[in-house]
């Protein structure tokens, strides 16, 4: 069985790959391609995952006991490119499963 954190590892790389390609190949397809169907592909997963990608922050949060800043930190990740990679980098990859 996948443990919560393990769950909120993957959401956070698929959200963070989800992110990378709708922010640097969609979106430049859509604008200087004319080439919308990337974005409307990648979008609404991208949206799921980044919806469940604050949820689960919140829940390992308080599971973790994270401070505010560290859970603030955790959930301003989610809108920078990379952001997701740092978060796991930082605070997920030497903590027990």
């Known amino acids: 069985m996948i443990s919560l954190l393990n ?7 698929l ?4 992110y990378i390609l709708l922010l640097f190949i969609a979106t430049p397809l859509r604008h200087f391609a004319n080439e919308p169907m990337y974005v409307k592909l990648l979008g609404m997963p ?3 995952l ?12 308080q ?3 994270w401070e505010k800043k560290t859970l603030a930190i955790v959930l301003i ?3 920078l490119p990379f952001g997701t990679f740092y978060i796991e ?6 903590k027990a499963s």
């Open 7 to 13: 769950s909120f590892r993957i959401v956070a790389l």
């Open 15 to 18: 959200e963070g790959i989800s």
């Open 46 to 48: 991208h949206g799921i």
């Open 50 to 61: 980044f919806l469940i990608y604050i949820v689960l922050a919140i829940v390992v949060g």
């Open 63 to 65: 599971s973790l006991q």
């Open 77 to 79: 990740a989610s809108v």
């Open 89 to 94: 980098k930082k605070y997920l990859k030497n």
